[in-house]
Antibody
């Protein structure tokens, strides 16, 4: 069955870096775009980034542009979100999502990132 | 960025009620508007895509309408499992979400 499993979350100090992973299984990884969407505690949803099915295009929210980098490794069926210069306002649950807003959409369970000194 | 404004921010309703949530966008997005349901501690679930299309497996009690800048989500005959937070989202440009509408028990 389709699975997206996020990992890599934790507590990190402001200004530091963290890399999130999204391991995919149960579908043909190279045929779907993958998004990251985050949700601060008690707050709404915020789209973060997307990487196209073939890795050819990447787009970012203005709030993370220049600090976050999305990539994918087809040999591992994994998408990464490299986060640097982290701020308190980056504290959130980070979800990876297959094919956001399509009939094939599928969400992972999320991983919590806490930026705190 | 395209800004989405949902109303109300919260509402209280009873089982069996009909509930309507509206979403207004800061610019016209044709029908590129989607609706999600989220329960505490869970990932959001896509209910409606392209303004009025029911996602597979979603109850027909949910319906969506609208185009341009004004959209709505209606839940007919509210059931206990429908108490949740609902978000609209636009996919015309880089995705953005409304602030959410919490549907709670009256």
């Amino acid at each position: 069955q389709v699975q997206l499993v996020e990992s890599g979350g934790g507590v990190v100090q402001p200004g530091k870096s963290l890399r999130l992973s999204c391991a995919a299984s149960g579908f043909i990884f190279t045929t779907y775009s993958i998004h990251w969407v985050r949700q601060a505690p008690g707050k709404g949803l915020e789209w973060v980034a997307v990487i196209w099915y073939d890795g050819s295009k990447k787009y970012y929210a203005d709030s993370v542009k220049g600090r976050f980098t999305i990539s994918r490794d087809t040999s591992e069926n994994t998408v990464f979100l490299q986060m640097s210069s982290l701020r308190a306002e980056d504290t959130a649950v980070y979800f990876c999502v297959r094919a956001l807003t399509s009939v094939d959409e599928f969400w992972g369970q999320g991983t919590l990132v806490t930026v705190s000194s | 960025d395209i800004h989405l404004t949902q109303s109300p921010s919260s509402l209280s309703a009873s089982v069996g009620d009909r509930v309507t949530i509206t979403c207004r966008t800061s610019e016209s997005i044709d029908i590129y508007l989607n609706w999600y349901q989220q329960k505490p501690g869970k990932a959001p679930k896509l209910l409606i895509y392209a303004a009025s299309n029911l996602q597979s497996g979603v109850s027909s009690r949910f319906s969506g309408s609208g185009s341009g800048t004004d959209f709505s989500l209606t839940i007919n005959s509210l059931r206990p499992e429908d108490f949740a937070t609902y978000y609209c989202q636009q996919s015309f440009g880089d995705p953005t979400f409304g602030q959410g509408t919490k549907v709670q028990v009256k």
